[in-house]
Nanobody
């Protein structure tokens, strides 16, 4: 399984970014897909995950601001991030698995929220 993330960058507070992650390999390995992030000096945290049938859940810290979605036909998962805050600055990783999205990981993409 390969997961290729893209879409990070520099954005001002209050702005938006959309991350994408394309998966390749057996679809059974990405039944559940997720996005995690790791800020400097902090542990990695799962911010959003979505099942193959579209059921999603979010960390409290991003609820109402981030939206995870997926395109099963293209094996791609997205993370729309709105109303970004400085504390959202982190390296964002996409991941996948059969039950929990922690079996396979993509490379990180850096999101920096700063004025």
């Amino acid at each position: 399984v390969q997961l290729q993330a893209s879409g990070g960058g520099l954005v001002q507070p209050g702005g938006s970014l959309r991350l994408s992650c394309a998966a390749s390999g057996s679809m059974w390995n990405f039944i559940v897909m997720g996005w995690s992030r790791q800020a400097p000096g902090k542990q990695r945290e799962l911010v959003a995950r979505i099942s193959r049938d579209g059921v999603a859940d979010y960390a409290d810290s991003v609820k109402g601001r981030f939206t995870i979605s997926r395109n099963n036909a293209e094996d791609t998962v997205y993370l729309q991030m709105d109303s970004l805050k400085a504390e959202d600055t982190a390296v964002y990783y996409c991941s996948s698995g059969r039950i929990i999205p922690n079996e396979y990981w993509g490379q990180g993409t850096l999101v920096t929220v700063s004025s």
